[in-house]
């Protein structure tokens, strides 16, 4: 081929790409790749959804229950049993529907409309059409529909937080290939389904739609995410496991000693059976679902909005919390920390958009009219910008409102982009306003900030006839376009001296992970000028540095943290010398500590990330498939892992991690979807908050766990020794459904409002495979389910001893299991502290509970009515004597063995 038809079939090859696709060629891409939307997997069935909630071990010993219950008549407790499971399974049912949600939410992401070049004319068609190699226009404002390679720029910039986490907009420009940086972030010339553009102009040849795009992989991730069971429902199961391995053996042991004994075979079956299902404590998963239910409450008022009822409690015991730095640890609100300006190193006070702050110089506030230089640099800052800032538009949405009753403070907001935005906040400290601004200056034309040259320019004019260039950019390309400073003297020579000065200020500024502007102006001689003149021979005016400062709640919140035993990580989009900063600044990062890169982790096998993640406190440039390796690292680590964000390129990990939380505000509707709890205020501090509910309301758990089962143990232990030892049956089968629907269920269900215990933070995090029965709960649970046995039947034989009336002797052994269950119940407030030690009057609901069961019990002796259904007598006053005597032996005999360990513990130390 010669040079000539080469030339021409290049030429005819550039032309084709400007006119982009016929709409032939579209029409069969389209067939051949599909539309560009996010695909779901297949949807399960409700029915299957609903089946899906009976596939419990715990629920199918429950349904056995029911069963044996109806086939003995016991149709009360059966109809008990069934309503608890149907309200279990409907529970269930509804939160798996709703996490269905989460890639509707991806869809609703995608641009609904979007502008593209086909046949060279530019048409708008809906952005599901686009296809691969369709020329698509861009302009500030637009949501980019696809991935596509850019073709042409003009000063484009690009919101990338949804993908990246990096809080400031990326500019672009063109490079020779797509695939140049090793993440997301790092490659210039490729924009990306569902960012949004902040600045400037492109276009650009889509190479990737649908699932093939970086939102695509990240739903195919959230997609191929299995759900697991949380620590609380691990834990339910094997305590589930236990009560079935024991009614079994109860079952055998007491129908094999009755048969052994001459009974009849039925009979004995059916006393077994009816023991076993004693043993099973029915109420536990519906009390388990009251107690979280309460937390949920309890969590709302402190601005934490749970979506999955057991991310409550697995919260409770979170021992890492990877942690999104923009907009969950910082204010995602870029804020000038520093000025330098007439050889002054200003510091700027103040967070975020508000206007509240000063300006300081040696710890002293100014003001900024006295210094001309500090003047001139806020003047300019304040003209060469396209940003508005506004006080906050009334609250519309559910979450908005409750961010307004929670703070009444007045709320700004910025229009355009974030460090421009800044600029004017600053300016506004100072005293320079944008209404102040209008009144001195009016501008008259504008070259926009672009790749190449690293800077933006407006031409003013103020009304004594005077014409300026204002410019604003990159320090180094500002002072190249520079001949003069000024000073706090005038105007100078700008000398290799100050030039030094000055560089060493943006270096330190840097080294500090502030993002470094430089100002610069020039007078001009008539308001006839050559626009490529403008922007030479400037005088420098002075730096102005700033940051996506830390929450200010945000210290205070890991430092409780730490106390917690709870290791916070940082996982951030942004480079690492601004993630490690905000690190130290918020204690995160410490001495030893290691900080990665997404690089590095690609890098890295995963057995190696195992190895080290427990001493990395910081990741940064990372993408959403290295936030999942990170979590699932930690996970096999043995951690149950919190991860917090917001963006989109959070919800693959924030749906891996043991508890997702998602930011309520700055969140986007695929995060929450994906998360078990969201932040109203999206206040870091908050997630604190919700670790001590969490922990208090597994620790109520534990206590009414302990209750019930130490209450069934005795309830079982009285019938089964009593049929051992040839006595008549100490309960009647219609007693113990009382004591097991009433006695039971009242003061447990009144527990789960016990008040923390004042050190609930101070304790280190369970561990991910720690056993509901840890820390000597187990040895609790026996020795004071003997005990009750024990009394109760102490108190039965007694009786029937020295009575030698049945009734009396067993309405006497009911009572005193009713006393025993209502004093074992303030044992129970706490794992730590005997009764005697307790505080008793701090929980209304259990004093409540107790009293209103003893006013039950005593109406069950003493109405006739229902002496003859419970078959009970009236006891004497001699009878309750040997009824509160024998039931205060086991809190005396419990605190004394619980004393005598103390002791022991101290005197080994």
């Given at each position: 081929m010669s040079v000539m038809e080469s030339k021409l079939r290049s030429n005819r090859n550039e032309k084709k790409l400007h006119m982009g696709l016929s709409e032939k060629e579209a029409k069969l891409k389209l067939q051949k790749h599909g539309l560009n939307t996010i695909a779901g997997k297949k949807k399960v069935s409700v029915f299957s959804m609903i089946l899906d909630q009976f596939n419990d071990f715990m629920v199918m010993i429950l349904l056995a229950a029911t069963a044996v219950s109806a086939f003995m008549g016991d149709t009360t407790e059966a109809v008990?049993?069934?309503?608890?499971?149907?309200?279990?399974?409907?529970?269930?049912?509804?939160?798996?529907?709703?996490?269905?949600?989460?890639?509707?939410?991806?869809?609703?992401?995608?641009?609904?409309?979007?502008?593209?070049?086909?046949?060279?004319?530019?048409?708008?068609?809906?952005?599901?059409?686009?296809?691969?190699?369709?020329?698509?226009?861009?302009?500030?404002?637009?949501?980019?529909?696809?991935?596509?390679?850019?073709?042409?720029?003009?000063?484009?910039?690009?919101?990338?937080?949804?993908?990246?986490?990096?809080?400031?907009?990326?500019?672009?420009?063109?490079?020779?290939?797509?695939?140049?940086?090793?993440?997301?972030?790092?490659?210039?010339?490729?924009?990306?389904?569902?960012?949004?553009?902040?600045?400037?102009?492109?276009?650009?040849?889509?190479?990737?739609?649908?699932?093939?795009?970086?939102?695509?992989?990240?739903?195919?991730?959230?997609?191929?995410?299995?759900?697991?069971?949380?620590?609380l429902q691990k834990r339910l199961e094997h305590l589930g496991k236990i009560i079935a391995v024991g009614c079994l053996v109860i079952c055998a042991i007491v129908s094999l000693a009755g048969i052994l004994r001459g009974e009849e075979l039925l009979d004995m079956l059916l006393e077994g059976i009816s023991l076993a299902v004693a043993a099973v404590p029915e109420g536990l998963p519906a009390i388990v679902t009251v107690s979280l239910a309460l937390g949920v409450q309890r969590m709302l008022k402190r601005n934490a909005l749970i979506r999955k009822l057991p991310a409550v409690e697995t919260l409770g015991c979170a021992s890492v919390i990877c942690s999104d730095k923009t907009g969950t640890l910082t204010e995602n609100k870029m804020t000038v920390r520093k000025i330098f300006a007439g050889d002054n190193i200003f510091d700027v006070k103040g967070n975020g958009y508000d206007l509240q702050g000063a300006i300081l110089l040696n710890n002293r506030e100014i003001d900024a009219s006295g210094s001309k230089p500090l003047k001139l640099l806020l003047e300019i800052a304040g003209c060469c910008n396209n940003a508005e800032i506004s006080r906050t538009s009334p609250e519309k949405g559910f979450l908005d409102k409750i961010k307004s009753a929670v703070s009444k403070q007045e709320k700004w907001e910025i229009k355009g982009d974030p460090t421009e935005g800044a600029l004017l906040v600053a300016a506004a400290k100072g005293g320079i306003t944008k209404e102040i601004l209008e009144k001195t200056y009016f501008r008259m034309d504008e070259l926009p900030f672009d790749s190449d040259r690293k800077c933006m320019s407006v031409i003013c004019g103020n009304f004594k006839g005077e014409t300026f260039v204002f410019t604003k950019g990159a320090p180094d390309i500002i002072l190249d376009k520079c001949s003069k400073i000024h000073t706090s003297r005038g105007t100078e020579d700008l000398n290799a001296f100050a030039k030094k000065r000055i560089l060493k200020v943006n270096d330190n500024m840097a080294g500090e992970a502030l993002r470094v502007l430089g100002f610069a102006y020039k007078k001009l001689d008539s308001r006839n000028y050559k626009r490529d003149d403008l922007e030479k021979n400037l005088t420098f005016v002075g730096l102005m540095g700033m940051i996506d400062p830390p929450r200010k709640e945000a210290l205070e919140a890991v430092q409780k943290c730490r106390i917690a035993g709870i290791k916070p990580v940082m996982i951030t989009g942004d480079h690492k010398v601004t993630a490690a900063a905000i690190a130290r600044e918020l204690s995160i990062l410490g001495s030893g500590d290691k900080v990665l890169t997404g690089a590095e982790l690609d890098e890295m096998s995963e057995s190696k990330l195992e190895k080290i993640a427990g001493e990395v406190s910081v990741y940064a440039r990372v993408s959403p498939k290295h936030k999942l390796m990170i979590v699932r690292a930690l996970k096999k680590l043995g951690h149950i892992v919190a991860m917090t964000g917001d963006g989109v390129n959070d919800a693959p990990a924030v749906k891996e991690a043991d508890i997702g939380v998602s930011m309520g505000i700055t969140g986007t509707d695929v995060t929450k979807e994906a998360s078990s709890m969201i932040l109203l205020d999206d206040n870091f501090a908050t997630i604190v908050a919700a670790i001590e509910e969490g922990r208090v309301i597994y620790n109520n758990i534990r206590k009414f766990i302990?209750?019930?089962?130490?209450?069934?143990?005795?309830?079982?232990?009285?019938?089964?020794?009593?049929?051992?030892?040839?006595?008549?049956?100490?309960?009647?089968?219609?007693?113990?459904?009382?004591?097991?629907?009433?006695?039971?269920?009242?003061?447990?269900?009144?527990?789960?409002?016990?008040?923390?215990?004042?050190?609930?933070?101070?304790?280190?995090?369970?561990?991910?495979?720690?056993?509901?029965?840890?820390?000597?709960?187990?040895?609790?649970?026996?020795?004071?389910?003997?005990?009750?046995?024990?009394?109760?039947?102490?108190?039965?034989?007694?009786?029937?001893?020295?009575?030698?009336?049945?009734?009396?002797?067993?309405?006497?052994?009911?009572?005193?299991?009713?006393?025993?269950?209502?004093?074992?119940?303030?044992?129970?407030?706490?794992?730590?502290?005997?009764?005697?030690?307790?505080?008793?009057?701090?929980?209304?609901?259990?004093?409540?509970?107790?009293?209103?069961?003893?006013?039950?019990?005593?109406?069950?002796?003493?109405?006739?009515?229902?002496?003859?259904?419970?078959?009970?007598?009236?006891?004497t006053y001699n009878d309750w004597l040997c009824i509160m005597g024998l039931s205060s032996i086991g809190p005396v005999i419990s605190s004394f063995f619980r004393r005598e360990g103390k002791r022991r513990n101290k005197s080994r130390r």
């Amino acid at each position: 081929m010669s040079v000539m038809e080469s030339k021409l079939r290049s030429n005819r090859n550039e032309k084709k790409l400007h006119m982009g696709l016929s709409e032939k060629e579209a029409k069969l891409k389209l067939q051949k790749h599909g539309l560009n939307t996010i695909a779901g997997k297949k949807k399960v069935s409700v029915f299957s959804m609903i089946l899906d909630q009976f596939n419990d071990f715990m629920v199918m010993i429950l349904l056995a229950a029911t069963a044996v219950s109806a086939f003995m008549g016991d149709t009360t407790e059966a109809v008990t049993i069934i309503s608890i499971v149907i309200v279990n399974a409907i529970m269930g049912f509804i939160q798996e529907f709703r996490t269905e949600r989460t890639l509707e939410a991806l869809k609703d992401l995608a641009a609904p409309t979007a502008r593209v070049i086909r046949d060279g004319v530019l048409c708008s068609i809906p952005a599901e059409e686009i296809v691969p190699g369709d020329l698509i226009v861009l302009e500030s404002g637009d949501r980019v529909p696809a991935d596509a390679t850019l073709i042409e720029v003009n000063g484009l910039q690009v919101d990338e937080s949804l993908l990246t986490g990096e809080s400031l907009p990326v500019e672009k420009e063109i490079e020779s290939s797509h695939g140049k940086g090793s993440g997301i972030g790092d490659k210039k010339g490729v924009v990306y389904m569902g960012s949004v553009v902040t600045m400037g102009r492109a276009k650009a040849i889509v190479y990737a739609t649908g699932m093939d795009t970086e939102m695509g992989r990240i739903a195919d991730m959230i997609q191929n995410i299995e759900d697991e069971e949380t620590p609380l429902q691990k834990r339910l199961e094997h305590l589930g496991k236990i009560i079935a391995v024991g009614c079994l053996v109860i079952c055998a042991i007491v129908s094999l000693a009755g048969i052994l004994r001459g009974e009849e075979l039925l009979d004995m079956l059916l006393e077994g059976i009816s023991l076993a299902v004693a043993a099973v404590p029915e109420g536990l998963p519906a009390i388990v679902t009251v107690s979280l239910a309460l937390g949920v409450q309890r969590m709302l008022k402190r601005n934490a909005l749970i979506r999955k009822l057991p991310a409550v409690e697995t919260l409770g015991c979170a021992s890492v919390i990877c942690s999104d730095k923009t907009g969950t640890l910082t204010e995602n609100k870029m804020t000038v920390r520093k000025i330098f300006a007439g050889d002054n190193i200003f510091d700027v006070k103040g967070n975020g958009y508000d206007l509240q702050g000063a300006i300081l110089l040696n710890n002293r506030e100014i003001d900024a009219s006295g210094s001309k230089p500090l003047k001139l640099l806020l003047e300019i800052a304040g003209c060469c910008n396209n940003a508005e800032i506004s006080r906050t538009s009334p609250e519309k949405g559910f979450l908005d409102k409750i961010k307004s009753a929670v703070s009444k403070q007045e709320k700004w907001e910025i229009k355009g982009d974030p460090t421009e935005g800044a600029l004017l906040v600053a300016a506004a400290k100072g005293g320079i306003t944008k209404e102040i601004l209008e009144k001195t200056y009016f501008r008259m034309d504008e070259l926009p900030f672009d790749s190449d040259r690293k800077c933006m320019s407006v031409i003013c004019g103020n009304f004594k006839g005077e014409t300026f260039v204002f410019t604003k950019g990159a320090p180094d390309i500002i002072l190249d376009k520079c001949s003069k400073i000024h000073t706090s003297r005038g105007t100078e020579d700008l000398n290799a001296f100050a030039k030094k000065r000055i560089l060493k200020v943006n270096d330190n500024m840097a080294g500090e992970a502030l993002r470094v502007l430089g100002f610069a102006y020039k007078k001009l001689d008539s308001r006839n000028y050559k626009r490529d003149d403008l922007e030479k021979n400037l005088t420098f005016v002075g730096l102005m540095g700033m940051i996506d400062p830390p929450r200010k709640e945000a210290l205070e919140a890991v430092q409780k943290c730490r106390i917690a035993g709870i290791k916070p990580v940082m996982i951030t989009g942004d480079h690492k010398v601004t993630a490690a900063a905000i690190a130290r600044e918020l204690s995160i990062l410490g001495s030893g500590d290691k900080v990665l890169t997404g690089a590095e982790l690609d890098e890295m096998s995963e057995s190696k990330l195992e190895k080290i993640a427990g001493e990395v406190s910081v990741y940064a440039r990372v993408s959403p498939k290295h936030k999942l390796m990170i979590v699932r690292a930690l996970k096999k680590l043995g951690h149950i892992v919190a991860m917090t964000g917001d963006g989109v390129n959070d919800a693959p990990a924030v749906k891996e991690a043991d508890i997702g939380v998602s930011m309520g505000i700055t969140g986007t509707d695929v995060t929450k979807e994906a998360s078990s709890m969201i932040l109203l205020d999206d206040n870091f501090a908050t997630i604190v908050a919700a670790i001590e509910e969490g922990r208090v309301i597994y620790n109520n758990i534990r206590k009414f766990i302990r209750y019930m089962l130490a209450c069934n143990i005795g309830e079982v232990l009285t019938m089964f020794l009593g049929t051992l030892l040839g006595l008549p049956l100490p309960l009647l089968p219609i007693q113990i459904l009382w004591v097991n629907l009433v006695t039971d269920g009242l003061p447990a269900i009144a527990l789960g409002f016990d008040p923390p215990e004042k050190d609930v933070m101070m304790r280190k995090p369970r561990g991910a495979k720690e056993s509901i029965f840890s820390d000597g709960l187990l040895g609790l649970i026996l020795f004071r389910g003997i005990l009750i046995g024990l009394t109760t039947l102490a108190v039965f034989a007694s009786l029937l001893y020295f009575t030698g009336n049945t009734d009396t002797a067993r309405t006497a052994a009911f009572a005193t299991l009713v006393v025993t269950q209502l004093i074992h119940v303030f044992e129970c407030k706490s794992e730590r502290k005997n009764i005697f030690e307790v505080p008793i009057f701090n929980n209304l609901y259990l004093i409540g509970a107790v009293l209103c069961s003893t006013v039950m019990l005593l109406i069950v002796l003493y109405v006739p009515f229902l002496q003859s259904i419970f078959k009970t007598v009236t006891l004497t006053y001699n009878d309750w004597l040997c009824i509160m005597g024998l039931s205060s032996i086991g809190p005396v005999i419990s605190s004394f063995f619980r004393r005598e360990g103390k002791r022991r513990n101290k005197s080994r130390r």
